[in-house]
């Protein structure tokens, strides 16, 4: 993680997770609370395989030092990946009053692949694999109790997914906006190759 001056649009520090929680990767998009806390969902491995790790940095620092602000960050609650060796691709999630929401999409990320690239360094997109007979399930984490509501399990069609709209509780129901494909397909539209021949049109024009 980087601070970057508002100013001068410079480095002025630089923040590595992984030194200070126990993840290797995390979303790409944090998800800002009203109080200034921050929470991200980062993977961790373990002895049965892949985690998901819901962790935050404080809104309001227990120390007066700004400078240990990145430092107070703390794991919040950990689940275990549906596949063990191979979890989902995660590039958002979404919190509402009483709940984290990970949604456990059918695009998912091979751990065996992920070593082999290093030595073949191949695209990382090597590495994702598509389960397409697999539901979707969307993961509960209860923010009061810091553990997965687990009494009913969420399922629904596959899907792939980036980016999520918007997510609230209505009562008894929790409501999710999603932007959905059918497929992951438009990520080929992703490499400079596809952008020169214009390739994501022939996939958006169907």
Request: charged share 15%.
């Amino acid at each position: 993680m980087h601070e970057i001056d508002h100013v001068t649009i410079e480095t002025r520090s630089q923040f590595n997770t992984s030194d200070h929680l126990p993840v290797v990767t995390h979303c790409a998009h944090p998800v800002l609370l009203s109080d200034g806390t921050i929470y991200n969902i980062g993977l961790n491995a373990g002895l049965t395989g892949m985690n998901y790790v819901l962790f935050e940095f404080p809104g309001q620092p227990k120390q007066s030092d700004a400078t240990n602000f990145m430092h107070q960050c703390r794991v919040l609650a950990k689940i275990p990946s549906r596949w063990p060796f191979n979890p989902t691709y995660m590039h958002a999630f979404a919190v509402t009053e009483n709940y984290v929401i990970l949604v456990e999409q059918s695009l998912c990320i091979s751990i065996a692949q992920v070593f082999q690239l290093k030595i073949t360094h191949g695209p990382m997109t090597d590495a994702l694999i598509w389960y397409g007979n697999e539901p979707v399930r969307f993961r509960l984490i209860n923010r009061h109790t810091m553990t997965e509501h687990d009494s009913y399990v969420y399922l629904t069609s596959p899907f792939f997914f980036l980016h999520i709209i918007n997510a609230y509780e209505d009562g008894n129901y929790l409501v999710i906006d999603l932007c959905c494909y059918e497929n992951a397909d438009m990520l080929k539209c992703m490499t400079i190759d596809a952008l020169e021949v214009e390739f994501c049109l022939k996939i958006f024009d169907k």
